[in-house]
């Protein structure tokens, strides 16, 4: 074997020794013999269930007014792709015409977003906001009612 076969063979593991490691076992266990990896539960910080984070808000789905789309192709929209009904399709298309915008889902990021790229591939203009009401400024509208 040349010194150049040899560096390969040892770069792939072959003709590598194996090691051993010793473990130790603690010298002192404490009482009750249980070990610990950390503080004990009386030392915790208490948390409550009730405190929200950032992941448990809601995320809303806004469409908005734009002077292009059909009222009833809005309507139609939002019947075949959520499924609503004639009634409720035709409340949210008048409430995007007056109001400039109306909420039509909601949900976990992810549904939010997939529904924005959804309502944009029918040519509305869409966006997401958390349910508090900030929008997202990075959504842009893309076409709406």
């Known amino acids: 074997m040349t010194s150049l076969d040899h560096t390969r063979a040892v770069a792939c593991g072959a003709h590598t020794p194996s090691r051993r490691i010793k473990v130790q076992a603690p010298s002192v266990v404490p009482a009750g013999g249980l070990i610990t990896a950390g503080p004990?539960?009386?030392?915790r910080p208490e948390t409550h269930a009730t405190e929200a984070?950032?992941?448990?808000?809601p995320w809303q789905v806004v469409v908005w007014d734009d002077p292009v789309n059909l009222m009833s192709w809005v309507t139609w929209v939002f019947r075949t792709y959520f499924g609503f009904s004639q009634a409720k399709a035709h409340r949210l298309m008048l409430e995007v015409h007056t109001n400039g915008r109306a909420v039509v889902a909601s949900g976990s990021l992810e549904q939010a977003e997939q529904h924005v790229a959804a309502l944009h591939g029918f040519g509305l203009w869409a966006t997401y906001e958390r349910a508090?009401?900030?929008?997202n400024g990075s959504q842009t509208p893309g076409g709406g009612a």
């Open 53 to 57: 984070t950032a992941t448990d808000t």
């Open 132 to 135: 508090g009401g900030s929008s």
């Open 40 to 43: 004990a539960l009386d030392q």
